[in-house]
């Protein structure tokens, strides 16, 4: 079971798309809630579980669908979600209870904690629709367009004046921004399946599984390569093979008719010789064309005389 420090899990963080001024606190957040341990797990009494660094609830298994949540990335990368949707850091009870303090560096500005739970108290104030767009931000799996983005942080800072400022200005702002946000979840709609197409999934894109994943691929695709290759080569080798066999065929035949025809015409020679020695067999087919051409040649000078 791998730990971390509070350096390592700023790092992490960061390294997930965490914004850096937060980095302390989330830092904290993770070793009040895990111990720093990778492999941390409390199941509750509703059944759900809080599982690895910044011990993610498994009702939230949207943020980390197909991934191992235990992977410190993965991990991060839904912590990052949960900090930024309707709850914020609300989301973790070891914030609204003030017990990730005692983990910040002793150089921690004083009041931070302070000042970050009045602003997470604005954002849920002036954001009653958040969870909607939460929920169809989860869906899409894709950042924010930055009109929307800028807005949302014109937003929390506007609504965290006029909380100092009095509550009558809150109210009214929180009926202008409803307002708002149902147009901007229309605009965000078509924004985001824009992004969509080049989007990339972090946790598959640094996940241990996702890494083996594209090595089996590679893999899968060398092998297929290799066995086309052999077939190819087995083929080719099969072809030169029955061409060989070919040609040493129709020499063999060559040679056989040539041999044929030799002795034939040795045989014709022979008996030819024999006959006009008077010792050859006057009825023997080589006789008989003998006969037949002396015949023709005697006719032949006869019509010429």
């Not at 079971?1 to 899990?9: S, V």
């Not at 790092?11 to 001024?21: D, H």
């Not at 989007?199 to 599984?209: D, E, M, Q, R």
């Given at each position: 079971?791998?730990?971390?420090?509070?350096?390592?899990?700023e790092?992490?963080?960061?390294?997930?798309?965490?914004?850096?001024?937060l980095a302390?606190v989330?830092a904290?957040?993770?070793l009040?809630?895990?111990?720093?341990y990778t492999?941390?797990?409390h199941?509750?009494?509703?059944g759900?579980?809080?599982?690895g660094?910044?011990q993610i609830?498994s009702?939230?298994?949207?943020?980390y669908?197909?991934h191992?949540?235990?992977?410190?990335?993965v991990?991060?990368?839904?912590?990052?979600?949960l900090?930024e949707g309707?709850?914020?850091?609300?989301?973790?009870?070891?914030?609204?209870?003030?017990?990730?303090?005692?983990?910040?560096?002793k150089n921690y500005?004083?009041?931070?904690g302070?000042?970050s739970t009045?602003?997470?108290?604005?954002?849920?104030?002036i954001?009653p629709?958040?969870?909607?767009?939460?929920?169809?931000g989860?869906?899409?799996?894709v950042?924010?367009?930055?009109?929307?983005?800028?807005?949302t942080?014109?937003?929390k800072?506007?609504?965290?004046?006029?909380?100092?400022?009095?509550g009558?200005?809150?109210?009214l702002?929180?009926l202008l921004?409803?307002g708002a946000?149902?147009g901007?979840?229309?605009?965000?709609?078509?924004?985001?399946?824009?992004a969509g197409?080049g989007?990339?999934?972090?946790?598959?894109?640094?996940?241990?599984?996702g890494?083996?994943a594209k090595a089996?691929k590679?893999t899968?695709v060398?092998?297929k390569?290799?066995?086309?290759g052999?077939?190819?080569?087995?083929g080719?080798a099969k072809?030169?093979t029955?061409?060989?066999?070919?040609?040493?065929l129709?020499?063999?035949t060559?040679h056989r008719a040539a041999?044929?025809?030799?002795s034939?015409s040795?045989?014709e020679?022979?008996e030819?010789?024999?006959?006009?020695?008077?010792?050859?067999?006057?009825?023997?087919?080589?006789?008989?064309?003998?006969?037949?051409?002396r015949?023709?040649?005697?006719?032949?000078?006869?019509?010429?005389?």
């Open positions: 079971m791998a730990k971390y420090n509070f350096k390592q899990i790092n992490i963080w960061v390294k997930n798309g965490g914004s850096k001024k302390p989330m904290a957040i993770a009040a809630e895990s111990g720093g492999q941390a797990k199941k509750n009494s509703n759900t579980i809080d599982q660094l910044w609830n009702s939230n298994y949207k943020l669908k197909g191992n949540i235990y992977d410190v990335n991990n991060a990368h839904a912590a990052k979600r900090a309707g709850n914020g850091l609300g989301n973790w009870t070891t914030y609204t209870s003030g017990a990730y303090k005692k983990y910040l560096p500005p004083k009041g931070q302070v000042i009045l602003r997470g108290i604005g954002d849920a104030a954001h629709v958040r969870d909607v767009q939460q929920v169809v989860a869906a899409g799996n950042a924010a367009s930055p009109i929307e983005s800028a807005l942080w014109f937003g800072r506007l609504g965290f004046a006029l909380i100092i400022m009095g009558g200005g809150l109210i702002l929180g921004l409803i946000d149902l901007l979840a229309a605009f965000a709609g078509a924004s985001r399946t824009r197409r989007a990339v999934n972090l946790a598959t894109k640094v996940t241990p599984a890494k083996a089996a590679a899968g060398a092998r390569a290799e066995v086309h052999q077939k190819v080569r087995l080719e072809i030169k029955e061409q060989a066999r070919a040609t040493e129709r020499t063999r060559r041999m044929a025809k030799q034939k040795q045989t020679r022979t030819r010789e024999a006959y006009l020695r008077g010792a050859g067999d006057a009825a023997s087919p080589t006789m008989a064309k003998v006969r037949r051409q015949e023709a040649r005697e006719r032949k000078g006869r019509k010429a005389a």
